[in-house]
């Protein structure tokens, strides 16, 4: 039951209708008996800023934000955190005496849900260089990985990435990705290739150790063609919905008070949503 005094939080987005969040917050309200609404937020950019300043008046406790809003928001936050700045972008929001202040999840979610798997860090392959890559790469470099190598169609967008890690990331070459799989322990994909309606990726993993772990950032379909060619062969896998449930725990916990647990039960609860 939602009381008058219920907490509030959302998701900012435009459009905002093919957002999970508000299936999955309102699960963990429910399983944790919480007196609170997490509610869906189209918002236009142009109204972005006055919608910031609605939600500190009307007593939000904070909002995820969701593309295209996620560079964007930057300049209307009061504070915003190390891991936001180095990802730059923000998806989390949490308001405290009438302050925004920004983080990124992300990273967070990327690595939660690879970590209990991934068997060695040694070598890492991210394919793409996006908003996606940036928060992977982050989570590898702080979690140690001693070889980070980033591929991309765009080198250009590749050499920012291996830049503001010098030393930590190397490029290759997008045409040599499947060169570049001898002796990984991980290989993840944050392009857009085999998303429903988008090309397949197009990689020969035959040097690509069996123990590497691989996993897609795309979860529609949750078993992408990459990942079920990974699990054909022997290789364990991890998808990318796994991520999306685990970067919603810090804000949660953050505007909520509750640790939120991550099972199969939430697994098949969002899967389901229509
Ligand atoms: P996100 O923020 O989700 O990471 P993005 O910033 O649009 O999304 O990045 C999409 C990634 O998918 C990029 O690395 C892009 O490569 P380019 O930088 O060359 O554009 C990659 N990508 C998209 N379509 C691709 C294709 N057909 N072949 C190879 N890479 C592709």
Redesign the pocket.
Known sequence: MITAKAKLAGVIGCPVTHSLSPCLHNFWLKQYNIDGAYIPLPVRPDDLKDVLSSLIKMGFLGANITLPHKESVLPFLDYIDEVAVAIGAVNTISIKDEKLFGTNTDAYGFWKNIESILKFRNKAVVL??????RAVCYALVKNGLSEIIIL???PE?AEGLSKVYKGKITQGK?QDRSAHLANADLLIN????GMMG??ELEIDLRPLPITALVND?VYVPLITPLLSQAKARGNPIADGLGMLLHQAVPAFEGWFGVHPKVDDVLRSYVLSAP
Request: net charge positive; proline share 0%.
């Open positions: 793409g260089a996006g908003g996606a890559a991309n169609r765009t967008k997008w944050t392009t857009s290739l988008k090309d950032i």
